[in-house]
């Protein structure tokens, strides 16, 4: 089974601190891409990164960094020094390498609110 | 620019009635698909198609059917609304060139039905 898990459904912070969202995901492919998207209150979402399951590199853009572990199946995305502009609703998901049709499975979704 | 445009931001119909939404990409994408989006519930797949005319259920196609006639344009039908069915609708759609298989979203349809 292929499922995506966002433990946390909200969270606060006040503008400057750091804050990490957690993504944990179950596959028995050994081929597979993760993908975070940022729903700002607009609603649109937008793809932010991608990672495929080859290569565990972290990649840092700005003030934002993904943690990717293989060993504990996670793919967390850390916001350094938030912003108001952040505040949003964030969501993880896992595409296999054995789906031919593009089908994403989501996680929940974190709401990340940061105040000024 | 991918994009993905959907026809209406906010909607209000009736119980009963038969809606309509809409959604086109201009990317020549081969995959589209409509999720619903509810708190705490995430984004919940309904239909996807891989190409014109063909069409799979996703995880929630009970109470929606969808129609691919020309590549571009997906649609998403209630066939008769009711209220468990007011939520905000999301379209997108992928390219099967792409080995990554990323969705590109349009702004999202948010529907109210009384």
């Known amino acids: 089974a292929q499922k995506v898990t966002q433990a946390q459904t909200e969270i606060s912070v006040v503008e400057k601190e750091d804050v990490t969202l957690d993504c944990v995901y179950e596959?028995?492919?050994?081929?597979?891409?993760l993908f975070w998207y940022k729903q700002p209150p607009s609603g649109e979402l937008v793809f932010l990164i991608r990672?495929?399951?080859?290569?565990?590199q972290n990649e840092i853009s700005g003030r934002y960094s993904w943690n990717f572990q293989k060993s504990t199946s996670s793919f967390n995305f850390t916001i350094t020094a938030s912003q108001v502009v952040d505040s949003a609703v964030y969501f993880c998901?896992?595409?296999?390498?054995?789906?031919?049709?593009?089908?994403?499975?989501f996680g929940q979704g974190t709401t990340l609110q940061v105040k000024p | 620019d991918v994009k993905v445009t959907q026809s209406s931001r906010y909607l209000v119909k009736r119980t009963g009635e038969k809606v309509f939404l809409e959604c086109v990409q201009d990317?020549?994408?081969?995959?589209m698909f409509w999720y619903r989006q509810d708190p705490g519930l995430g984004l919940r797949l309904i239909y996807f198609?891989?190409?014109?005319?063909?069409?799979e259920k996703g995880d929630i196609p009970e109470g929606y059917s969808v129609s691919r006639e020309k590549k571009e344009r997906f649609s998403l039908i209630l066939e008769s609304a009711s209220t468990n069915q007011t939520s905000m609708y999301l379209c997108?759609?992928?390219?099967?060139?792409?080995?990554?298989?990323?969705?590109?979203f349009g702004p999202g349809t948010r529907l109210t039905v009384t």
């Open positions: 198609s891989y190409d014109v005319k063909m069409k």
């Open positions: 998901a896992l595409i296999t390498g054995s789906s031919n049709t593009g089908k994403l499975i």
């Open positions: 596959t028995r492919d050994t081929t597979y891409y």
């Open positions: 990317m020549d994408h081969e995959n």
């Open positions: 990672r495929n399951s080859f290569d565990e």
């Open positions: 997108a759609s992928s390219s099967l060139a792409s080995q990554y298989y990323e969705q590109y």
